[in-house]
């Protein structure tokens, strides 16, 4: 009997135990989960939510115009870009009714972070070839929008 009361006042030491380790463990996750979460959130610029969204909902069908005279025009655009020279080249045609414009603006704008968002103004140097500056991109899906007051041209390209 006395080996049968050594083995009773037998204990471990709380951190040899695997059920201390589990207690602390589940709560340990959520914090580190949840400073992860924080640091995601301070580092991802979003943009705001725009206030006037009834006049942009109103302002729809003034775009919708745009992108209708485009394909009237028959306008199509090729897109170079060249990240090591830092350029952007852009080839515009249409069909015999469309006049290449002196200027023409473009909006990069990234398919889901609108804190990346960028506008330039690129000036013909050909008959129809546009060059500027490329702006910093991200890597990620990009939507151009090239546009003048009469029309609009959509394209969409991914930035490896």
């Known amino acids: 009997m006395p080996g049968n009361a050594k083995q009773d006042q ?3 030491i709380w951190y040899r135990e695997p059920y201390v380790w589990l207690t ?3 709560p340990l996750a959520a914090v580190i989960g949840s400073v992860i979460t924080g640091w995601l959130a301070l580092q991802s610029d979003d943009g705001l939510v725009v206030d006037d969204y009834y006049k942009q909902g109103l302002a729809i069908n003034r775009v919708l115009e745009r992108d209708r005279q485009a394909e009237e025009l028959g306008i199509e655009a090729n897109i170079q870009l060249s990240q090591e020279q830092n ?3 852009l ?8 006049i290449p414009p002196a200027t023409i603006t473009i909006s990069f704008l990234h398919a889901t972070r609108g804190g990346f968002d ?9 008959h129809n070839l546009y060059q500027a500056e490329l702006p910093e ?3 990620g899906r990009w939507h151009f929008q090239i546009e003048t007051d009469s029309w609009r041209v959509l394209k969409t390209i991914l930035i490896r």
């Open 24 to 26: 602390i463990a589940i």
């Open 91 to 98: 080839f515009l045609t249409g069909n015999e009714n469309f």
């Open 87 to 89: 350029t952007f080249r």
């Open 137 to 139: 991109l991200v890597r």
């Open 10 to 12: 037998h204990h471990t």
């Open 118 to 126: 960028r506008k330039i103004q690129a000036s013909r140097t050909a």
